[in-house]
């Protein structure tokens, strides 16, 4: 048998030490015994995990190899050394080797004690369930006046001490033979079969299948056709795989999904159960061994891009499209950040396409009014264009007085309404709008962004020109299916088809920055937390804003009159800011920080956009708790927040069955699930309706009444609503309960039109890009909806070739080192 | 009222300095309570030429010079961590300013239990002759489920809790006047003087 002994203290001289050697010699042809020491062993820190060091390591292994570890330990003030309980907080921290090995206790000291108190202590210790060893109960060695107890040749001297020691070894022997036993993986024999559970999914329970042969979990299916794509799917893929991987349920759950990882572990485990065998073996069973940490890993390559949402692929893509490496390092198991949540449709004028389309009622009022703007209302820069834009206007309508109305556009157009929709003042009195460098980039570039996803595989509907809300102009390309989605897929295929690596679950902790400023690469931590580091030529901010960050939001906010601690977003809960903090340790300057956008229209309880009915603004019709309109629901997005926030917040989105129709988020099957669950309402009148909502029914019934009769005379006398579609009319009626939330944040790095990042003195950071959410100055004080896309790709594409033309030198290949 | 408030851990996060920090503030019209930090202390390992590392010298002059201490420790493995063990050791073998010291203990724990087997353990330690300090006794503040016991302004936020607390800390302040006169009068200096071994302190804690 082949024994650990552990001496329990850092001392030069020590009995423990000689008592260990003396059992090691004298037991010499009985087992092997190898003595491991507490010197180089560093302090514990739980901040400072070194469980990977060699020193740590060798302990782990060693142990991990044994039959048994025998402690010899020294009392100190009544206890164990602070050494030896240091090595144990690093043996039950990250590693667990003690786990069920058979252990023995024995102790010398230099008085009549013996080490009494500390070995009392230390069986406490090691019975902690991080420890979790298998004591050996009684046979209480104590070597008591260890100073007279060893002959000049080490030897203990007292004929009765050694017999007492042999029987305790013997003992122990015999003990680690059956303790050892307990360590045996147990087997498991399924019932085989298919067994049906159900693993928790965003809007209730998602039917999962598992399929069990005799011996092996064989697969695991997880329904997800009820879920939105892409916010969950890595827990359904990942968990899954890595159970049969492993054949285990040591499964890592994953950060910022964790109710669903246990709950698809959960779903096994029951199925396991079903099946006739004990979850609890699997769950003593190793990790699949893609899920373990192999050590810290550095890399180089041409450009990183932190942040894998949309504006990271797009400017992954563009490096990848140059011939250049790529490493996109992301936070969260899941790529696709926000803009798997968009609802998809990206704004780009293409007067061409649009033209094809016939205006729809109040397009025209919407046209002559911008056009009747004061000249000097707009801003010096914008002016040329302004004029511009009113000529067009001009020649619009003359061409269309013959009665012939189309869908009128153009990347002008597209301009002066990112710019006058963007112009805000705050509390504080401070007006800011769009920097024109920037809107102009976004603008005139917007449709070569469509061109260029074409290209890359995402198909647009061109059946249908869609206004996403806040959009103020149906200008939206719209993907055929999967909604954000779509874009995501598409240049993931396209990244990682082109070598393009992307590492997940790794925040990146800090920029390297060399002596001169120039930022050179990043350092992130690993999902089991392992250090990774990425050399680089360019790094590329692309992490979104701090939607989900409250506190950031409140700490920079001057522009709406309080933000609650509680509110909601519907961005991804990885929209922390971290890209703006990053950025700022490299110097840069922010712009726009005060400026933060609600979605009105979001769902009460979760800030999520896919619940409910969400249709076309024209198609709109909102009442407030009492039933009443209270806006106009045309409006940009930050007129209905307001308006919202006035009105206690809580508002419904009343449709009819046509207007269901024009939902862009759901199908019936859905719907029908939330009706079921009481998160939407439908009736079959508009009073029963009311009944359910708590609204009088002789208001809701007035409301929809005279709302009718607005989109018949194409004018809404009492909020001046100027598009219409459909009326209120067909049965059954539907109430989409929906409440503000926290959907943009406008403010960001300073970046010029190539995304360098600009310090506070306006001077380039060399090695330093941004673009997407985490940039500021170009939607300033709203964005529209639909603009996002538009900003995100357009300038993630250039944020990527702007890299690479800066440094086209660079040309070292992807090298791996460990 | 000078108190010394020790962090028994050396993690970079722990709601047991979050629990010291709110007692400094909170009680700070009763007493001046200062917190010490141990992470700069070297790990306990018996110097050649008996002198101690100056980081030791300066805690133990700063615990001479209090009327009291605090220990606020986690619970790792059923005890206290081994930093908080390996500074109690350098006291034990340094000038054992611990000595007649009244001490009170308190400890936050993420669980439910609060560090009731750990603060059991500490009392055990302290209690060894070569640092026989004077733990305020029958009382015992456990802090369980410490990851929601502090607002953002790092308030306590368990109405029990706080009631709890305040009165363990009046019964403090009774007993360290109350403990500073009885070793004024009767002072015991026996292991003070004693020049410091584990092997003098293994036999019996040096009483001869």
């Known amino acids: 048998m082949k024994f650990i002994g552990i001496v329990g203290t850092n001392a030069k001289k020590s009995y423990n030490r000689q008592l260990l050697a003396f059992m090691q010699s004298h037991f010499s042809a009985k087992a092997e015994i190898e003595i491991l020491e507490l010197k180089d062993v560093p302090m514990f820190n739980e901040s400072e995990d070194q469980s990977q060091t060699p020193v740590i390591q060798n302990f782990n292994t060693k142990i991990i190899e044994a039959d048994g570890v025998i402690i010899a330990t020294p009392e100190h003030n009544h206890?164990?050394?602070?050494?030896?309980?240091?090595?144990?907080?690093?043996?039950?921290?990250?590693?667990?080797?003690?786990?069920?090995?058979?252990?023995?206790?024995?102790?010398?000291?230099?008085?009549?004690?013996?080490?009494?108190?500390?070995?009392?202590?230390?069986?406490?210790?090691?019975?902690?369930?991080?420890?979790?060893?298998?004591?050996?109960?009684?046979?209480?060695?104590?070597?008591?006046?260890?100073?007279?107890?060893?002959?000049?040749?080490?030897?203990?001297?007292?004929?009765?001490?050694?017999?007492?020691?042999?029987?305790?070894?013997?003992?122990?022997?015999?003990?680690?033979?059956?303790?050892?036993?307990?360590?045996?993986?147990?087997?498991?024999?399924?019932?085989?079969?298919?067994?049906?559970?159900?693993?928790?999914?965003?809007?209730?329970?998602?039917?999962?299948?598992?399929?069990?042969?005799?011996?092996?979990?064989?697969?695991?299916?997880?329904?997800?056709?009820?879920?939105?794509?892409?916010?969950?799917?890595?827990?359904?893929?990942?968990?899954?795989?890595?159970?049969?991987?492993?054949?285990?349920?040591?499964?890592?759950?994953?950060?910022?999904?964790?109710?669903?990882?246990?709950?698809?572990?959960?779903?096994?485990?029951?199925?396991?159960?079903?099946?006739?065998?004990?979850?609890?073996?699997?769950?003593?069973?190793?990790?699949?061994?893609?899920?373990?940490?192999?050590?810290?890993?550095?890399?180089?390559?041409?450009?990183?891009?932190?942040?894998?949402?949309?504006?990271?692929?797009?400017?992954?893509?563009?490096?990848?499209?140059?011939?250049?490496?790529?490493?996109?390092?992301?936070?969260?198991?899941?790529?696709?950040?926000?803009?798997?949540?968009?609802?998809?449709?990206?704004?780009?004028?293409?007067?061409?396409?649009?033209?094809?389309?016939?205006?729809?009622?109040?397009?025209?009022?919407?046209?002559?009014?911008?056009?009747?703007?004061?000249?000097?209302?707009?801003?010096?820069?914008?002016?040329?264009?302004?004029?511009?834009?009113?000529?067009?206007?001009?020649?619009?309508?003359?061409?269309?007085?013959?009665?012939?109305?189309?869908?009128?556009?153009?990347?002008?157009?597209?301009?002066?309404?990112t710019y006058f929709g963007g112009k805000r003042t705050d509390l504080r009195g401070n007006a800011i709008h769009g920097q024109y460098d920037l809107v102009k980039v976004l603008t005139d570039r917007a449709l070569e962004s469509v061109k260029w996803l074409e290209e890359l595989g995402v198909e647009f509907d061109y059946n249908d020109v869609t206004m996403p809300v806040g959009a103020l102009w149906r200008r939206g390309h719209k993907p055929v299916k999967h909604e954000g989605y779509a874009f995501v897929a598409a240049l993931e295929q396209f990244v990682r088809g082109s070598g393009g690596r992307i590492i997940t679950d790794t925040p990146v902790e800090r920029l390297i920055i060399e002596a001169d400023g120039r930022v050179s690469g990043i350092v992130g931590t690993g999902v089991a937390g392992q250090t990774v580091t990425v050399h680089a030529k360019a790094v590329v901010l692309a992490s979104g804003g701090f939607g989900a960050n409250t506190k950031m939001l409140k700490q920079y906010n001057t522009f709406w009159s309080e933000i609650d601690d509680e509110i909601k977003t519907s961005n991804s809960p990885a929209i922390t800011g971290d890209g703006i903090r990053l950025g700022q340790s490299a110097g840069a300057d922010l712009v726009g920080m005060g400026f933060s956008q609600m979605m009105p229209v979001s769902d009460p309880q979760t800030g999520a956009l896919f619940s409910g009915l969400q249709v076309p603004p024209q198609n709109f019709v909102m009442v407030n708790t009492q039933g009443k309109r209270f806006v106009n629901e045309y409006g940009s997005r930050d007129q209905l927040s307001i308006a919202a926030i006035d009105n206690g917040g809580l508002f419904y989105l009343i449709a009819d069955d046509k207007i269901k129709e024009t939902a862009y988020n759901t199908n019936q099957d859905k719907i029908d699930k939330q009706v079921a669950k009481g998160t939407l309402f439908r009736a079959d009148t508009l009073e029963e309706l009311a009944r359910q909502i708590g609204v009088e029914p002789a208001t809701l019934v007035d409301t929809i009444a005279k709302y009718n009769s607005y989109v018949d005379q194409g004018h809404d006398p009492e909020f001046g609503k100027s598009a219409f579609d459909l009326k209120v009319a067909t049965a059954p009626f539907y109430a989409t309960p929906r409440k503000p939330a926290v959907h943009h944040t406008m403010g960001g790095l300073k970046i010029d039109t190539q995304t360098h990042v600009l310090n506070e003195s306006g001077q380039i950071i060399p090695g330093l890009y941004a673009a997407g959410e985490v940039a500021g100055g170009i939607h300033a004080g709203n964005r529209l909806g639909g603009n996002s896309l538009t900003d995100i790709f357009t300038f993630g594409r250039i944020a990527g070739s702007t890299a690479i033309a800066d440094h086209a030198s660079a040309a070292d290949g992807l090298t791996v080192r460990r | 009222m000078k108190l010394i408030a020790i962090v028994g851990t050396n993690s970079n996060t722990s709601t047991n300095r979050k629990l010291l920090q709110f007692m400094s503030k909170h009680f700070s019209a009763r007493a001046e309570i200062e917190i010490c930090e141990i992470k700069q202390i070297p790990a306990f390992d018996e110097p050649e030429d008996k002198y101690a590392p100056k980081e030791v010298q300066e805690l133990c002059e700063r615990i001479a010079a209090a009327d009291g201490v605090i220990f606020s420790t986690p619970e790792y493995d059923h005890t206290i961590p081994a930093a908080l063990k390996s500074v109690i050791e350098w006291i034990s073998y340094t000038t054992r300013p611990l000595i007649n010291k009244p001490v009170l203990i308190v400890g936050a724990s993420h669980g439910l239990l609060g560090t009731s087997r750990a603060q059991t353990h500490l009392r055990q330690i302290l209690d060894a002759p070569e640092l026989k300090a004077r733990v305020l006794p029958s009382s015992e503040f456990l802090l369980g489920h410490s990851l929601n016991a502090f607002d953002e302004e790092g308030n306590l936020v368990y109405a029990d809790k706080l009631k709890e607390l305040d009165e363990i800390f009046e019964e403090f302040q009774l007993f360290v006047e109350i403990n500073n006169r009885l070793v004024q009068d009767h002072s015991f200096k026996t292991e003070q003087n004693k020049k410091f071994t584990w092997e003098q302190a293994s036999q019996g804690g040096g009483v001869q």
Not at chain 1, 156 to 172: G, K, N
Not at chain 1, 242 to 258: C, H, K, P, R, Y
Not at chain 1, 309 to 331: H, R, T
């Open chain 1, 79 to 417: 206890s164990i050394p602070s050494a030896l309980k240091s090595i144990l907080e690093w043996l039950s921290y990250n590693l667990h080797p003690l786990d069920g090995k058979p252990l023995m206790i024995v102790g010398a000291a230099y008085d009549v004690q013996g080490s009494s108190r500390a070995q009392l202590h230390l069986r406490q210790i090691l019975d902690a369930p991080g420890v979790n060893a298998s004591v050996m109960p009684g046979y209480e060695f104590l070597l008591g006046r260890a100073h007279e107890a060893f002959d000049d040749a080490g030897n203990i001297q007292s004929e009765r001490t050694v017999d007492f020691l042999e029987s305790c070894f013997y003992r122990f022997m015999r003990f680690a033979r059956v303790a050892n036993l307990l360590n045996v993986p147990e087997e498991v024999a399924f019932e085989p079969g298919t067994y049906s559970v159900t693993a928790p999914g965003h809007n209730g329970d998602l039917p999962m299948t598992v399929e069990l042969s005799s011996t092996r979990i064989e697969k695991i299916d997880i329904d997800t056709s009820g879920e939105s794509q892409g916010i969950a799917d890595v827990v359904f893929t990942r968990i899954p795989t890595q159970i049969i991987e492993g054949q285990t349920l040591n499964v890592d759950i994953l950060s910022g999904a964790s109710v669903t990882s246990s709950g698809v572990i959960d779903g096994v485990s029951k199925a396991v159960k079903m099946a006739g065998a004990n979850p609890d073996v699997l769950k003593k069973r190793p990790k699949a061994d893609s899920a373990i940490n192999h050590g810290d890993e550095e890399y180089e390559t041409d450009v990183i891009v932190v942040g894998a949402g949309g504006a990271g692929l797009a400017a992954a893509a563009s490096v990848l499209q140059q011939g250049k490496n790529v490493i996109i390092v992301e936070k969260f198991p899941a790529i696709g950040g926000n803009t798997v949540r968009t609802g998809g449709p990206m704004n780009a004028a293409d007067p061409q396409w649009q033209r094809k389309f016939a205006a729809i009622p109040g397009e025209g009022h919407t046209l002559q009014e911008l056009a009747a703007i004061a000249e000097e209302q707009v801003d010096a820069e914008y002016l040329a264009d302004f004029r511009i834009f009113k000529q067009q206007v001009a020649d619009y309508l003359d061409e269309t007085k013959n009665g012939k109305e189309f869908l009128f556009d153009s990347a002008i157009f597209h301009r002066m309404q």
